[in-house]
């Protein structure tokens, strides 16, 4: 417990009027100090109340009463900071909000600094910097997906792998450098051959873990699915009916769309970044031209890809268009889109789905109509599929954070150079460095090795009274 720390405090709901709001006070004077503003309607003071329970009471200023409030304590070291907390919950006028905070400051509370009431819970040993991490993350997630993640780390599931990385290092290293202590006697306390397993063990692990974040990237920041196609293939109303807005311009002339338009939604629990493309065809509009380069550009940063095509199209048209776009498609996940099937009849849409499939086998097709929006049902299923996220557990550790990201891919190397060493007979000093080195990496994403400027960084970033 750090004593010499200043007693905060923060406005921990959102800003604004509501219904009830929230101030949170952390520090050793909290007690002492809201007694001089809190008259509790049983009489006692706050030291005297139980903790973990609502107390019914009075706000006031020099005798005037501003608000009944509701006080729960929290004794250390069993609260959200590891100190003694007090939270006011009052009604939600501003005024009543800024004025109970006013009188604490009145009394020498200091105004809390965006993140400083969790970093109080990493200085005080309550979490690590990685759960602290995961809770801005999860104040932030805006999906199913990212807030199963966000908890999973909050409540320690990525530490607890740290944690048992660490502790095989730390019997690694200790092993090697006991043998470097007997050096004269010519003493083999580690098994090399069980060295050699214990190594690529760990950096297997540690390669899994970095290895998420690719999956993780996508779940906090959004899917990237490009909508593409000719012009005038209903790109923007099918952006229209997945994003349940009118955000794209829809009109039947075609080039309409010439710039990029992006917005995200969740569906099905999934967060999807949807990017409306301007349409593929040949033109000597200098504006359509930057806009068609964009929309292969933006083929390139997918994840998915959904090719709509126009089902009144001919044939060798679709074969011709789609001479450009399948080639650029390699390695991302394909979705054709059969669109405006409601104008054919049924031996026209299977002719078309036919030629489709031939053209790109193993991708997935759906015909639909974007106007009509018949059979889209089944294109929400594909996009969810080919999401991929819906394969990821509960207790799966997916990292999300590049900080972490980076880390762990420094932590890989070391380990590499470990297995190298061993494989090369390489002194015991040499492997014990390679060793504290990739406990150093792993030591950064739980704090354990730290500074003030990544401490600043990282907490800067989170609201005000959390």
């Not at 104040?139 to 199913?144: R, T």
């Not at 959904?306 to 498609?329: E, H």
């Not at 739980?446 to 960084?457: A, C, H, K, Q, V």
Request: hydrophobic residues 40%; aromatic residues 6%.
């Amino acid at each position: 417990m750090i004593e010499t720390l200043p007693t905060i405090a923060a406005i921990s709901t959102a800003p604004g009027k509501g219904a009830i709001a929230c101030i949170r006070v952390s520090g050793k004077d909290v007690y002492a100090i809201c007694n001089k503003i809190f008259q509790a309607k049983n009489g006692k003071s706050i030291e005297e109340q139980a903790v973990h329970n609502l107390c019914f009471g009075l706000i006031t200023d020099d005798g005037n009463v501003l608000d009944e409030v509701l006080l729960a304590k929290f004794q250390s070291p069993h609260s959200y900071t590891g100190e003694d907390i007090v939270e006011i919950t009052c009604h939600g006028s501003v005024y009543i909000q800024q004025k109970i905070l006013q009188l604490l400051l009145k009394h020498g509370v200091h105004l809390a600094k965006a993140g400083e009431f969790t970093q109080r819970a990493f200085m005080n040993g309550r979490i690590d910097l990685s759960q602290a991490e995961a809770v801005a993350d999860l104040i932030a997630s805006s999906s199913s997906a990212a807030h199963r993640i966000a908890l999973n780390q909050m409540r320690g599931g990525f530490s607890n792998e740290l944690r048992n990385l660490r502790n095989e290092l730390l019997d690694f290293i200790s092993l090697i450098e006991l043998e470097l202590d007997f050096g004269e006697e010519d003493v083999e306390f580690a098994d090399r051959s069980r060295l050699n397993e214990l190594s690529g063990h760990i950096a297997g692990v540690i390669k899994k873990l970095a290895d998420s974040f690719e999956a993780g990237n996508v779940i906090k920041n959004g899917i990237p699915v490009a909508i593409i196609g000719e012009t005038n293939t209903g790109k923007s109303t099918l952006l229209n009916f997945l994003l349940n807005e009118d955000r794209a311009i829809v009109s039947n002339i075609h080039g309409t769309t010439r710039d990029i338009i992006e917005d995200i939604t969740s569906i099905e629990g999934i967060t999807f970044r949807f990017i409306d493309t301007a349409g593929i065809r040949e033109t000597h509009d200098t504006v359509e031209n930057i806009g068609i380069e964009r929309t292969f550009q933006k083929i390139n940063q997918a994840s998915i890809i959904l090719w709509l095509v126009d089902a009144l199209n001919k044939t060798s048209d679709i074969q011709k268009l789609a001479q450009k776009i399948i080639p650029l498609t390699g390695g991302k996940k394909l979705i054709m889109v059969l669109n405006k099937v409601d104008l054919l009849d049924k031996h026209e849409i299977r002719e078309k789905e036919a030629v489709l499939n031939r053209l790109s086998p193993g991708s997935d097709l759906v015909s639909i109509s974007a106007t009509l929006q018949t059979h889209t049902d089944a294109l929400i299923h594909k996009l969810v599929k080919a999401s991929a996220l819906s394969e990821i557990k509960d207790n799966d550790v997916i990292i999300t954070n590049m900080r972490h990201y980076e880390a762990l891919n420094r932590a890989y190397d070391s380990t590499l150079r470990v297995i190298d060493g061993l494989k090369n007979n390489i002194s015991g000093d040499f492997l014990s460095q390679d060793i504290r080195e990739a406990l150093h990496y792993l030591g950064e994403i739980t704090g354990e090795i730290s500074t003030n400027d990544i401490l600043e960084n990282i907490f800067s970033k989170f609201c005000i009274g959390k």
